[in-house]
């Protein structure tokens, strides 16, 4: 029973299209996160979620836009996609903002922009 | 500004040998680090963490870690490198006081050769 998962896990898509990724999580964690990987392998945080609420929201351009339905799920949507836009995003979670526990990634959507 | 230094962005070492990533961080407060992997298309898997006590930390896989406070570092070893540990490994780093904001390094490919 997989922990944090995302869909898609690929996506391709022309630019100028808006998409959505979407992140579950079964583990009972408060804490969501987006995170995107360039392809130099460079994880950056986007946004952070605590209970349904936005704790953290790093320099995103606002075409970047997340919710957070309930404490298990955090989307990801993306409008007027742009070349520069293609990287893996990883949905990860946490017990709480701050856990010393670590964080639980999921396996990642390989976003490719065309 | 906080910040995590992976030095090395690959190493290759022979199956069977040892094996030690190097991270360094700077932050102006008490940090908690992590060690994560990624397998290529994977997710990243938490090898260890450490929070507080005792500064040598052990993970899975027969992973461990010293945080030395000192030299902000903290380091990876493994005694015998085994041909299934070739992956990405990433040093992350968090503190409250930095709004508990997870950062990673830029990550060690590690090769191993048989």
């Known amino acids: 029973d997989t922990a944090v998962s995302q869909t898609p896990k690929y996506l391709v898509t022309q630019m100028g299209n808006d998409k959505s990724i979407k992140c579950e999580q079964n583990?009972?964690?408060?804490?969501m996160y987006w995170y995107k990987q360039d392809s130099k392998k460079f994880l950056k945080i986007m946004f952070s979620?605590?209970?349904?609420?936005?704790?953290i929201n790093e320099t995103v351009p606002n075409r970047f836009s997340p919710k957070s339905p309930d404490k298990a799920h955090l989307n990801l949507h993306i409008n007027s996609l742009e070349l520069g836009d293609s990287a893996v995003y990883f949905c990860?979670?946490?017990?709480?903002?701050?856990?010393?526990?670590?964080?639980?990634f999921g396996s990642g959507t390989r976003l490719t922009v065309v | 500004a906080q910040s995590v230094t992976q030095p090395d962005i690959h190493i290759t070492v022979s199956e069977g040998a040892s094996l030690e990533l190097r991270c360094n961080y700077s932050?102006?407060?008490?940090?908690?680090l992590f060690w994560y992997v990624q397998s290529p298309g994977q997710g990243l898997q938490l090898l260890l963490k450490?929070?507080?006590?005792?500064?040598l930390v052990q993970g899975i896989k027969g992973f461990e870690a010293e945080f030395k406070r000192s030299q902000s570092s903290f380091n990876l070893r493994k005694p015998s490198v085994h041909w299934s540990d070739a992956a990405e490994y990433f040093c992350?780093?968090?503190?409250?006081?930095?709004?508990?904001?997870?950062?990673f390094g830029a990550g060690t490919i590690l090769r191993v050769k048989s």
């Open positions: 990860a979670s946490s017990q709480e903002l701050g856990s010393t526990d670590g964080y639980t």
């Open positions: 583990l009972g964690h408060d804490t």
């Open positions: 979620y605590n209970n349904k609420e936005l704790i």
């Open positions: 932050y102006g407060a008490t940090p908690y």
């Open positions: 450490y929070f507080s006590g005792d500064t």
């Open positions: 992350a780093v968090g503190a409250r006081e930095y709004g508990n904001k997870l950062v």
